[in-house]
């Protein structure tokens, strides 16, 4: 059974920084894309930061360019964000997605198989 466990999250001031960890189990990742992504209340999920199979290229929306820095641990099976000049518009949850078999990164939620149950972040002001 594959499962994506997110950890990290919690509650920080602006201006803090967090950094989620997503690890992966009952199967390797190493030749797939992941991602995170991101719910805030009312909200539709959006695309936050992706990464392709070997870590040389990533991704990232917009509004957290230049904030957020994804990586990966293929040896662990795990994939980070580093979140920081944190903002309350972060405020969300945040989950993992892990490809199939597609080896880029991808700002499309139909790109992944595997989702994450997500973590809370808030960011107080």
């Known amino acids: 059974q594959v499962q994506l466990v997110e950890s990290g999250g ?3 001031q602006a201006g803090g920084s967090l950094r989620l960890s997503c690890a992966a189990s009952g199967r390797t990742f190493s030749s797939s894309g992941l991602g995170w992504f991101r719910q805030a209340p009312g909200k539709e ?3 936050v930061s992706a990464i392709n199979w070997s870590g040389a290229s990533t991704w990232y929306a917009g509004s957290v360019k230049g904030r957020f820095t994804i990586s990966r ?3 662990r099976n795990t994939v980070y964000l580093q979140m920081n000049s944190l903002k309350p518009e972060d405020t969300a949850v945040y989950y993992c997605a892990a490809a199939g078999t597609y080896r880029s990164g991808s700002y499309y939620s139909s790109a992944y198989d595997y989702w994450g149950q997500g973590t809370q972040v808030t960011v107080s002001s």
């Open 10 to 12: 919690g509650l920080v």
């Open 45 to 47: 999920r959006e695309f």
């Open 73 to 75: 641990d293929n040896a």
